[in-house]
């Protein structure tokens, strides 16, 4: 019995071992706007070997807006906000993906448009779709904003492979 019990919690051991946990990231940004859009980037650049898998977009709005996705458009290049990028793994990880925000991305092919209700509302956007893969061009995605007068907070979640 105790035999057994030790190839139980040996087989037991062998399965939490290989348990991997991916590098996961949240990209957070409020924005208080003044008849103007909030555009926040995620971009991958062409260099990076990691798959970049996206979860999620939170969006929470003062007033009304909507918020459009576009993809891949011109390559962003300032307004570098990488710092604000936190590892909700707890690992310190520094993500291969950089984020952007009042982004000079380029427009890119329009996504779908979500209607944040104002309010204070909070607006949950499925994001499991977009997925960058590695070693390929620069690739982004941005959440832009109608042009309002108030706050807007937005938090991407993504995941590196």
């Known amino acids: 019995m105790m035999r057994l019990l030790g190839v139980l919690l ?42 970049v898998r996206f979860v999620e977009a939170t969006v929470q709005c003062e007033v009304e807006t909507v918020v459009t ?20 793994t707890g690992r310190s990880l520094t993500p291969a993906f950089k984020a952007y925000h009042t982004s000079d991305a380029g427009s890119g092919t329009t996504g779908p448009a979500y209607t944040c209700s104002g309010g204070w509302a909070i607006l949950s956007i499925d994001l499991r ?22 706050w807007v907070r937005v938090a991407i979640t993504i995941i590196e492979e």
């Open 129 to 150: 779709k977009y997925v960058f893969d590695g070693g390929v061009a620069t690739t982004n995605l941005t959440l832009d904003t109608d042009d309002v007068t108030g």
């Open 69 to 88: 996705i576009r993809l891949n458009g011109t390559a962003a290049s300032s307004t570098d906000d990488s710092s604000a990028i936190i590892d909700i």
């Open 10 to 51: 040996a087989v037991a051991s062998l399965g939490y071992a290989q348990t991997r946990i991916e590098p996961a990231f949240v990209y957070t940004k409020s924005e208080d706007l003044t008849a103007a859009d909030a555009t926040i980037t995620v971009q991958q650049p062409a260099a990076s070997s990691k798959r």
